[in-house]
């Protein structure tokens, strides 16, 4: 990437981290990272597949109406509504070239919500997977854009892990912009071990998950309001990763935090990632007790999946097919589904077909129950009147 463009992105970057003390500048953040790609309006919502919902965090240039439309009737239509089922922690996509563009762009969610509002396709990156929804940064661009370009999706890739990280520690702190709150739990936004130090290097915060792995493990301790590390050389390292993070300098802090493995002790092997929290130059304005740097810590190799991205890998049931099954345990029929979808109804037969060789049911109410029980057993829905059986015969 040029270097004006990482000038740019590590600006943008002490902009994000600016956002956990001044949460009113999220908007301000988002428009620049819209704008960088060419965008019409930005947000960090959290969506659920199930409802068919969406909670939004905080947001730039989408109208209220918009949000209002969405939730009421199209969230229901949108085919990458189940992309958290699929796609990985900080990795952009394409909702078009997700779902296809042509299926995407023939869609009634892109026909009839996205195209009046002059919007099209949309770089979602996922920044958090909770029991059944996950949260995501999205990025509208123009209807007349087509399709977003890999450099753009690029952009959005390295801005944010640092902005899944300014939320987790937002919600860790309470303070959300305008007064409004992610819905999902502290506790299960919150995969990570998180430790906030303030400018005396003395913590100011340790989250549940931080305790655990510091009490399990032989390698990291605390000693009173100090962490400490038994290894020698690694003790060195994450004090020189602090005291860089505390100085600010940006060129030396990489743009997805400072890495330093923990080593392999007993107890979990653990890799930790340091960054600042930043306040654009009011440093000097600060409390010496607020937090200005945050240590996250995590088990190598781990990470707990949402129930449905169980149930799809599980049944190894395709981006399509569960778009198909989605409308389905929402009780409509094949033909709307088609028609919904922007595809044929012997496509959508085929998908149910599969559906029903993938797990071993013969009836749409059973493939319902199936998906539904896997799911969310409390949020069974009604079934289409006139469901189809593995023959193509009705079970009405």
């Given at each position: 990437m040029p270097s004006a463009d990482q000038s740019e992105i590590l600006s943008i970057i002490g902009n994000i981290y600016d956002c956990v003390l001044r949460p009113e500048d999220w908007p301000d953040?988002?428009?620049?990272?819209?704008?960088?790609?060419?965008?019409l309006n930005a947000s960090i919502s959290i969506q659920d597949p199930l409802s068919k919902t969406g909670?939004?965090?905080?947001?730039?240039?989408?109208?209220?109406?918009?949000?209002?439309?969405?939730?009421?009737?199209?969230?229901?239509?949108?085919?990458?509504?189940?992309?958290?089922?699929?796609?990985?922690?900080?990795?952009?996509?394409?909702?078009?070239?997700?779902?296809?563009?042509?299926?995407?762009?023939?869609?009634?969610?892109?026909?009839?919500?996205?195209?009046?509002?002059g919007w099209g396709d949309a770089i979602g990156s996922h920044i958090a997977k909770l029991s059944n929804r996950y949260g995501i940064l999205c990025i509208f661009g123009p209807w007349s854009k087509g399709t977003f370009a890999d450099p753009e999706i690029n952009f959005v890739r390295s801005l944010s892990p640092h902005v899944r990280r300014a939320v987790e520690i937002t919600e860790l702190?309470?303070?959300?912009?305008?007064?409004?709150?992610?819905?999902?739990?502290?506790?299960?936004?919150?995969?990570?071990?998180?430790?906030?130090?303030?400018?005396?290097?003395?913590?100011?915060?340790?989250?549940?998950?931080?305790?655990?792995?510091?009490?399990?493990?032989?390698?990291?301790?605390?000693?009173?309001?100090?962490?400490?590390?038994?290894?020698?050389?690694?003790?060195?390292?994450?004090?020189?990763?602090?005291?860089?993070?505390?100085?600010?300098?940006?060129?030396?802090?990489?743009?997805?935090?400072?890495?330093?493995?923990?080593?392999?002790?007993?107890?979990?092997?653990?890799?930790?990632?340091?960054l600042p929290l930043r306040r654009g130059g009011s440093s000097s304005r600060t409390s010496p007790s607020e937090p200005r740097v945050a240590i996250f810590l995590q088990e190598i190799g781990d990470r707990a999946p949402l129930a449905g991205e169980h149930f799809v890998?599980?049944?190894?049931?395709?981006?399509?097919?569960?778009?198909?099954?989605?409308?389905?345990?929402?009780?409509?029929?094949?033909?709307?589904?088609?028609?919904?979808?922007?595809?044929?109804?012997?496509?959508?037969?085929?998908?149910?077909a599969r559906l029903f060789a993938k797990t071993n049911t013969r009836s749409q109410a059973q493939l319902v129950g199936l998906a539904m029980t896997a799911l969310s057993p409390a949020r069974l829905p009604r079934v289409a009147k006139n469901s189809i059986t593995e023959d193509g015969s009705s079970d009405a």
């Open positions: 953040v988002l428009k620049k990272i819209a704008t960088g790609v060419g965008g909670s939004f965090f905080v947001d730039w240039a989408v109208p209220p109406d918009a949000i209002r439309q969405y939730n009421e009737k199209y969230a229901s239509l949108n085919p990458a509504m189940t992309s958290g089922w699929y796609c990985e922690i900080d990795g952009p996509i394409s909702a078009a070239r997700y779902v296809g563009p042509p299926q995407y762009f023939g869609s009634r969610y892109a026909r009839e919500f996205l195209k009046p509002l702190l309470g303070q959300h912009p305008s007064g409004n709150a992610i819905e999902a739990s502290v506790l299960d936004l919150l995969r990570p071990g998180v430790i906030l130090l303030d400018r005396l290097k003395r913590i100011t915060y340790c989250n549940a998950t931080a305790e655990r792995l510091i009490s399990s493990s032989s390698t990291i301790g605390r000693r009173g309001d100090h962490l400490f590390v038994k290894h020698a050389e690694v003790s060195a390292k994450l004090a020189t990763a602090v005291e860089i993070a505390l100085t600010g300098v940006a060129e030396a802090i990489p743009e997805n935090g400072i890495p330093l493995a923990l080593g392999e002790f007993d107890g979990p092997q653990l890799a930790a990632w340091i890998r599980q049944f190894a049931i395709t981006q399509s097919e569960c778009r198909v099954l989605m409308l389905l345990v929402q009780g409509h029929d094949v033909t709307e589904i088609a028609d919904w979808l922007g595809t044929s109804l012997p496509t959508v037969r085929t998908h149910l």
